[in-house]
């Protein structure tokens, strides 16, 4: 039916029709895509959450040779205050020693503060070592627990499984005793 | 003609059920006063919203919450973050437990809320006569005609006519439902000193509260505007098209 | 209507073991719609796209909600203010609800107006009202969840209505509703898991609905059937491109809604938070049940035997039975009309009455907003009475008493070169 009846008009009623099926079909799938992103973007962390991005945290009553532990975005952060044995140690080890080779001057602001988020980098455990009475691995630092890793007193893994050292995160001090993390 | 009488009927059935709503609540006419916000453009207005808060925290937030609105929300009236640092640093804020087991008092950050100036319902009613006074965080639409409810409720304060009883420690308001509101006429005349040289009349501190605390119940009501605009012009094209598709597939069968 | 047909190997491979793609093309594509259908028809494929939206933007609501009666209204208050774009995605599912009840209320109107439920479509109309009392169900329990002022006072006294049934029965169905003494946590819980769980039954029983739709395919405006293919055309191009521009004056009207009103037909008290030790001024409550909610209403007085003062059916489980009854009693519609035509277009005393029911609707509506005060309860009564007369005297008297216009040799006649009788 329809080509006997569009059968004067040739070949310009063709085009004009299938370009505005095209126009509208474009358009409609513009208008898709529009509406899907704010559906998508409703499961990116909210407004509330990233507010909540950055803890700070006061370091002055850490004594040397203490740590503490930390959350920051929902996952464990350690902060220990080194003692100069334990810099002493971290800075001599050589670098072909290490599977993630990186100098303790690159993981640290200021040496005496070691802060690193404290899940082990194999599967996601978080290591002992925090509290005095804790297991510390043969490095002295810390020990996965889950399937043995041992990290050194600069968080770089030595043994075990586990790819990579502890992960530094983003932080600054915002003065002498209280660091910014995030 | 039969088309256009359902939809009318839909029409009128919809209205019909709004309308008797308004009315039921309570018989007091609420005038309507012009807002920068009503409207398909309507805007906030950034100078009468930073007044408000100042009203907000200097007279309202004695007895009133605002438990829902943080302090970085406050980067939408026009503060940048370290005028929110220090604002939300006038405020204490209830943090813990420390390593001893103790709650503490902190100096508010800009992700807190608004602390409540009661620690709970039953102090609130204590302080203030038996009477609780509502959190604010809502208050433009929890009411009907929220934002002119407001507005001409703190403005509404009179003497009782004659006749009308009230009871101990109640006042007379033209707009309250009832008439009888616990809560003492709150702005006067000067009450505070704007911090932009504003004179300090109770009719503009009424609308500045009014459009702080219309802002606080709805923050992205300006986005919400503004994104209406695009999406209904988006829609209006899209459906022209449409009709125009429409026409040109039909077009064979008749 | 040819057949499904490709070359692509793939599909075919696919198809002749799984026949998706033949099953769509039957149902979507080649299936054969009477050539006459108005706009009115528009609304059944509406109200698919509208379960759609709800269901999409409720999954992701789902995902930031907390059914907990110390965070519910927090965490609604944390989706409007926090959540990125959830202030859209809740306005979009608040007034999708009510646009819901507007787009299926058309729909029935449309099926009742040109007898859509005579057979062979009684079925069909059959699982249409199940939707019905399913959407309503699913409705009231999600209006619940935002835990304000009207969620806990419209679920105390929606859930008490139960309590009109005797013999103690009534009392400890309420009490396991409730699962506890009164609407609490365990109530708020065991709603949010079936407001999640009846859309899916929804879905489920709309395809049901389609299923019955196609056994014998759409009534048309003039209630005649398909003579042969001349009275047909192919679903796809025409309906689904009339669809389409259906959708679109639809999503400019909701899109009017969602930006510029956006609490229109919402209550302000649900903007404060459910206390249980204070009732709101007035309980209403959403506009889509004010009709039902004026019948439950309008039995004022108890029901006995006359003379002996002997009560059978006192005003409480009254307003409960003719409330629920006036639901019920549609599934009995295509059996109370005795009319052999379907469409009004063709019986001009039935059009009559069906507008009188539409005010009579309205004027239920109306009366459901109001209070329980004169002269709204007479009114009220009067309505309802006509409600239940409409199908239950009207209807099958009608259709013996009225001579209808006679109907057009074929709907392909008409349509091709109009005739006086149905050029109307």
């Known amino acids: 039916m329809a080509d006997t009846a569009n059968a004067g008009q040739g070949a310009d009623g063709e085009t004009r029709r299938d370009f505005l099926y095209l126009a509208t079909g474009a358009m409609g799938l513009v208008g898709a895509a529009s509406v899907a992103w704010p559906l998508i973007d409703a499961l990116n962390p909210s407004a509330d959450v990233l507010a909540l991005a950055t803890t700070e945290v006061d370091v002055s009553q850490l004594q040397e040779g203490q740590a503490i532990t930390v959350t920051w975005r929902g996952k464990p952060v350690f902060i220990r205050h080194r003692t100069s044995a334990e810099i002493e140690e971290a800075e001599a080890v050589p670098l072909s020693d290490l599977i993630d080779p990186e100098p303790d001057e690159e993981r640290v602001i200021k040496p005496e503060y070691l802060v690193m988020v404290g899940i082990c980098t194999h599967l996601g455990c978080v290591p002992l070592g925090q509290r005095a009475s804790d297991p510390?691995?043969?490095?002295?630092?810390?020990?996965?627990?889950?399937?043995?890793s041992h990290y050194d007193t600069s968080g770089r893994i030595r043994r075990g499984p586990a790819p990579r050292n502890l992960d530094v995160p983003?932080?600054?001090?915002?003065?002498?005793?209280?660091i910014v993390i995030g | 003609m039969k088309k256009l009488a359902i939809i009318a009927a839909a029409a009128a059935f919809l209205g019909l059920a709004q309308a008797p709503v308004v009315q039921a609540a309570e018989e007091v006419e609420i005038p309507s006063h012009d807002w920068s916000f009503s409207g398909m453009f309507g805007t906030f207005d950034r100078a009468k919203q930073q007044r408000g808060l100042q009203v907000y925290r200097e007279v309202c937030a004695a007895c009133h919450g605002l438990r829902l609105v943080a302090f970085r929300n406050l980067a939408d009236l026009g503060y940048n973050e370290d005028e929110i640092r220090s604002l939300a640093a006038d405020y204490q804020v209830e943090d813990g437990p420390d390593e001893n087991g103790d709650m503490f008092m902190r100096d508010g950050v800009a992700s807190d809320r608004f602390p409540a100036p009661f620690p709970?319902?039953?102090?609130?009613?204590m302080a203030n006569n038996g009477a609780l006074p509502p959190d604010l965080s809502l208050i433009t639409k929890a009411r009907q005609q929220g934002p002119d409810y407001l507005y001409h409720l703190l403005l509404g304060y009179q003497d009782p006519p004659a006749g009308v009883e009230m009871m101990d420690g109640m006042y007379y308001n033209a707009y309250f439902p009832g008439h009888q509101i616990a809560m003492a006429p709150p702005l006067m005349e000067g009450a505070i000193s704007y911090a932009d040289g504003t004179p300090a009349t109770t009719q503009q501190m009424a609308e500045d509260v009014t459009y702080f605390l219309t802002w606080a119940a709805e923050p992205n009501l300006e986005a919400r505007k503004q994104m209406g605009m695009k999406v209904i012009l988006f829609l209006l094209i899209f459906t022209g098209l449409l009709y125009a598709v429409k026409r040109k597939v039909w077009a064979d069968l008749h | 209507m040819s057949g499904f047909k490709t070359n692509n190997r793939t599909i075919k491979w696919l198809d002749s073991r799984l026949p998706v793609f033949s099953t769509m093309n039957h149902h979507l594509i080649d299936y054969p719609a009477p050539r006459n259908l108005n706009y009115l028809w528009n609304f059944g494929s509406l109200a698919g796209i509208v379960l759609v939206v709800m269901i999409i933007t409720g999954i992701l609501l789902a995902m930031q909600y907390t059914p907990h009666v110390d965070m519910a209204f927090d965490s609604v208050e944390r989706i409007m203010r926090d959540v990125n774009y959830g202030w859209l995605i809740r306005y979009m599912h608040m007034n999708g609800a009510s646009f819901f009840f507007i787009v299926v209320y058309a729909h029935m109107l449309r099926g009742l107006y040109y007898g859509s439920y005579k057979a062979p479509r009684e079925v069909l109309w059959g699982l249409g009202v199940i939707i019905l009392l399913l959407?309503?169900?699913?409705?009231?329990?999600?209006?619940?969840?935002?835990w304000g002022q009207m969620s806990f006072w419209g679920a105390t006294v929606i859930?008490?209505?139960?309590?009109?049934?005797?013999?103690?029965?009534?009392?400890?169905?309420?009490?396991?509703?409730?699962?506890g003494f009164s609407v609490d946590n365990p109530t708020l819980n065991r709603f949010f898991a079936l407001h999640y769980l009846l859309p899916f039954i929804i879905v489920a029983v709309v395809f049901l609905h389609l299923w019955a739709l196609h056994a014998f395919g759409s009534n048309n405006p003039l209630g005649i059937d398909a003579k042969g293919p001349q009275d047909k055309i192919p679903f796809h191009p025409y309906y689904t491109v009339k669809d389409l521009l259906g959708l679109g004056v639809f999503l400019i009207i909701f899109a009017g809604f969602i930006f510029y009103a956006p609490n229109y037909m919402g209550h302000p008290d649900n903007y404060i938070e459910a206390n249980p030790l204070v009732t709101p001024a007035h309980i209403v409550p959403e506009w889509y049940f004010l009709p039902f909610y004026a019948m439950l209403r309008a039995i004022t007085f108890d029901i006995g035997i006359p003379f002996t003062g002997i009560t059978l059916i006192d005003a409480k489980l009254g307003g409960v039975l003719v409330m629920f009854g006036s639901i019920i009693i549609l599934f009995f519609l295509p059996w109370l009309d005795t009319s052999p035509v379907r469409s009004s277009r063709f019986r001009p005393l039935y059009k009559l009455f069906f507008w009188v029911l539409v005010v009579a609707l309205l004027v239920l509506g109306y009366v459901g907003a109001m209070p329980p005060e004169q002269p709204w309860v007479t009114i009220g009564q009067i309505a309802t009475a006509y409600y239940f007369a409409h199908f239950l005297i009207v209807m099958p008297l009608l259709g013996k008493l009225e001579r209808p216009k006679p109907l057009p040799a074929s709907i392909a006649d008409p349509v091709l070169k109009p005739g006086p009788a149905t050029n109307q």
């Open chain 1, 136 to 148: 510390k691995g043969e490095f002295g630092g810390w020990f996965c627990p889950c399937h043995g």
């Open chain 1, 170 to 178: 983003e932080y600054e001090f915002r003065d002498d005793a209280t």
């Open chain 2, 120 to 125: 709970n319902e039953n102090a609130a009613r």
């Open chain 3, 135 to 146: 959407m309503m169900a699913t409705a009231f329990m999600g209006y619940v969840l935002p």
């Open chain 3, 159 to 179: 859930t008490n209505l139960f309590s009109a049934i005797p013999w103690g029965i009534g009392d400890a169905l309420v009490t396991w509703l409730w699962g």
